[in-house]
């Protein structure tokens, strides 16, 4: 797999996502991707109880621990390498997490509008 090269969508070098929960694609902290990715897992978001509960209602369930895959669950305040799709959809039914930019994949662009992602910006860690 040949990953794309890691920019951010304000055109910077990509910052880490987190390390703990260890997150994107790669497994790597950050929120690379390449071609094979097709959920494009770009969107640096830091979960909120809200947010958890949507996902887990459309059936993706990122709160409860799956210890055979290693995966302890998300909790309110985890950073975590979302889908931009899934962030998207969040944002049109309202309860979207706020968003990391600096550790935000470019390619998230592909799939929202970097308005969009502007308007749940994180300013600090």
Same mark, same amino acid.
């Given at each position: 797999?040949?990953?794309?090269?890691?920019?951010?969508?304000?055109?910077?070098?990509?910052?880490? #996502?987190?390390?703990?929960?260890?997150?994107?694609?790669?497994?790597?902290?950050?929120?690379?991707?390449?071609?094979?990715?097709?959920? *494009?897992?770009?969107?640096?978001?830091?979960?909120?109880?809200?947010?958890?509960?949507? *996902?887990?209602?459309?059936?993706?369930?990122?709160?409860?621990?799956?210890?055979?895959?290693?995966?302890?669950?998300? #909790?309110?305040?985890?950073?975590? #390498?979302? #889908?931009?799709?899934?962030?998207?959809?969040?944002?049109?039914?309202?309860?979207?997490?706020?968003?990391?930019?600096?550790?935000?994949?470019?390619?998230?662009?592909?799939?929202?509008?970097?308005?969009?992602?502007?308007?749940?910006?994180?300013?600090?860690?």
């Amino acid at each position: 797999m040949k990953q794309e090269p890691s920019v951010n969508v304000l055109g910077g070098d990509l910052e880490p #996502c987190s390390t703990a929960p260890m997150t994107g694609f790669f497994r790597d902290g950050h929120c690379n991707t390449c071609a094979q990715d097709s959920g *494009s897992h770009t969107v640096c978001a830091v979960m909120t109880a809200e947010f958890l509960a949507f *996902s887990k209602y459309l059936g993706n369930d990122l709160s409860t621990p799956r210890p055979e895959f290693g995966f302890a669950g998300l #909790c309110p305040g985890d950073r975590w #390498c979302l #889908c931009a799709g899934r962030f998207l959809q969040a944002h049109d039914e309202g309860c979207a997490p706020r968003v990391a930019l600096q550790a935000t994949h470019l390619r998230a662009l592909d799939i929202v509008p970097l308005g969009v992602l502007q308007e749940y910006a994180i300013t600090d860690r």
